[in-house]
């Protein structure tokens, strides 16, 4: 695939985690072709002075808002797992996320509330946000956003339950005029413990 985004190997890569710092000359280049026709067949003028660098700053623009294919979450997680005891809820909240709905290209953003209990292993409690990230930082759903994060915690770290709630503000709504500005669309899923009611209403009390 060379779509590929170039990092920087100084950068802890072996927990999983990579900084975006560069890209690809050759990528970037095809990319801002492209930019420059769709600015012609939106009848701007690609030549002139505000418009120059923008092709290839979309580009490179477009590259780091979908640096998440490059990373591996579970990876990530399983950088800093450790034996612990621990039984009880662990939760964290506000995590801002940033993405790009897949059907508009425009971005959604808002918070994302993780709780997980552990089952022998815990995880080290900034790695969260980074599996929140490596997901979000590609071409997106909310819902299918939500259920990955889910999805990675519970076969990574297997605990006895993940508990996931989204809440973002969708641009592809608000500047396109198509719902009532700053709404917000919440999604959620559970595995394990959460699925019970008590435990849930537990959570949802926690975050709110
Ligand atoms: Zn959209």
């Known amino acids: 695939m060379d779509r590929s985004v170039a990092v920087n190997p100084l950068h802890d890569s072996e927990d999983g985690y990579q900084k975006v710092d560069h890209y690809n000359p050759r990528t970037v280049q095809r990319i801002a072709e492209k ?23 979309v580009a490179k623009s477009l590259q780091f808002l979908t640096h998440g294919y490059d990373l591996d979450p579970a990876a990530i997680l399983r950088s ?24 508009h290209l425009l971005p959604f953003f808002g918070k994302a509330h993780v709780a997980y209990i552990p089952n022998g292993h815990i995880v080290g409690l900034s790695k969260i946000p980074r599996v929140v990230d490596a997901f979000a930082r590609r071409l997106q759903v909310q819902e299918r956003l939500t259920v990955e994060i889910r999805n990675c915690i519970q ?11 989204l809440e973002a503000q969708h641009l592809c709504m608000i500047m396109r005029g198509i719902q009532k500005q700053h709404s917000t669309a919440t999604t959620s899923a559970f595995t394990g413990e959460f699925e019970h009611e008590k435990t849930r209403s537990e959570f949802i009390r926690l975050i709110s």
Do not use: N, W
């Open 35 to 57: 930019y420059k026709e769709i600015l012609k067949d939106l009848g701007e003028d690609p030549q002139r002075e505000g418009l120059a660098k923008t092709p290839e700053r």
């Open 80 to 103: 800093a797992m450790f034996r612990e005891e621990y039984q009880q809820m662990v939760i964290v909240k506000d995590i801002e996320i940033y993405s790009l709905c897949e059907h």
């Open 155 to 165: 076969d990574t770290l297997q605990p006895l339950g993940v508990a996931v709630v």
